[in-house]
């Protein structure tokens, strides 16, 4: 999920749905870095999975690199995680193997 910085507007990655018992969330920072933050520097999530972002300037490609080395932690050993669907921009449906988008 997304959330906004409400001072920076920058958007982060939570990689928590809830926070601790000190209002604290894991995040993404826009640099990259995994960072325990308090949760009332952030406005409400948006619940978009991150990978789903990448053509629309809310993430960095640091942040994207630290989502996904995230999630290949998240794979048992030896299993390869599959890969995000493709989104095509219109009608946000995804794109068939075979489909061909035009520019």
């Known amino acids: 999920m997304l ?15 809830e926070s601790d018992q000190e209002d604290r969330m894991l995040m993404i920072t826009p640099d990259g870095a995994v960072k325990r ?5 952030f406005d409400a999530p948006d619940w978009v ?10 993430l960095t490609q640091a942040q994207r690199a630290k989502y996904e080395a995230y999630l290949d932690t998240l794979m048992p050993r ?3 995680r599959p890969p ?8 946000d449906r995804p794109i068939a193997a075979t489909e061909e988008v035009a520019p």
């Open 78 to 80: 030896g299993q390869a």
């Open 49 to 58: 999975a991150p990978q789903h972002t990448a053509a629309d300037g809310r």
């Open 84 to 91: 995000a669907p493709q989104r095509s921009g219109r009608n």
């Open 37 to 41: 933050l308090e949760q009332r520097l």
């Open 3 to 17: 959330i906004r910085n409400k001072t920076s507007g920058k958007y982060f990655i939570a990689l928590e749905e």
